[in-house]
C-alpha cells in the first residue's frame, strides 16, 4: 500500500472521528500531499432530489453548493456512475468554473450498497496532472469512504 493510501486508511478508520470530521481531514491531507490537487471536496446526493450538495472541501469558495443532476463535471458523474478525467476543463461544453485558475478536474462516484451516493471532486491548476495512480488511488477512497458514510 502506498504512504498516501496508508495515511488515509488511518483517517478512516479513526475511532476519534465522526464521519463528517473525516472527510474533512482526507480533504486537508490530499490538498498537502500532492501539490496539482488545487481544491479537493465532496459532493452528496441531496436526499431523494437530483442535485448533489457541497460536503467537506479545501480550496476556494466555491458558489456551487447545489448542483442538479446532469450539469457539470460533477453533474454528469451522479448521472454516469463513472469516473471523468478532464486533462483540460475548457474543452468541456458541460462545465461548471469555480475558479478561473481551474485547468483539469477528477471526479471519482462513490457508491454505497450499489447506489452512486456522492463524489470527490479535484481541481488542479496544472493542466492534465491526473496520473492513473491518481485515479487508481482516489477510486480505493471511494471506495473506503462508502464503508464510513
Ligand atoms: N467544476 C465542477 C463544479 C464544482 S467546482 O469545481 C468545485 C463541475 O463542472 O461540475
Same mark, same amino acid.
Given at each position: 500500500m502506498s504512504e498516501i493510501k496508508r495515511r488515509l486508511a488511518t483517517i478512516l478508520e479513526s475511532p476519534a472521528m #465522526? /464521519?463528517?470530521e473525516k472527510l474533512q481531514k482526507i480533504c486537508t491531507l490530499l490538498d498537502q500531499e500532492i501539490e496539482y490537487f488545487n481544491w479537493? +471536496?465532496?459532493y452528496f446526493k441531496n436526499g431523494v432530489k437530483d442535485e448533489l450538495i457541497l460536503g467537506p472541501y &479545501? +480550496?476556494?469558495?466555491? =458558489?456551487h453548493t447545489i448542483i442538479p443532476y446532469g450539469k +457539470?463535471?460533477?453533474?454528469? &458523474?451522479? &448521472? %454516469?456512475?463513472?469516473?471523468? &478525467?478532464v486533462p483540460d476543463v475548457h474543452a468541456q =461544453? #458541460?462545465? *461548471?468554473?469555480? %475558479? *478561473?485558475?481551474?485547468?483539469a478536474e477528477i471526479v471519482v462516484p462513490i457508491f454505497k =450498497?450499489?447506489?452512486n451516493v456522492g463524489q470527490i471532486d479535484i481541481d %488542479?491548476?496544472? /493542466? =492534465?496532472p491526473f496520473t492513473p495512480e491518481d485515479r487508481e488511488m482516489l477510486e480505493w477512497l471511494c471506495g473506503k469512504v462508502a464503508e464510513i458514510i
Open positions: #465522526n /464521519p463528517t479537493t +471536496g465532496f &479545501v +480550496g476556494a469558495e466555491t =458558489d +457539470g463535471i460533477c453533474g454528469q &458523474v451522479a &448521472v %454516469s456512475g463513472e469516473t471523468f &478525467v =461544453d #458541460n462545465y *461548471l468554473a469555480c %475558479s *478561473l485558475e481551474t485547468k =450498497d450499489g447506489i %488542479s491548476h496544472t /493542466p =492534465d
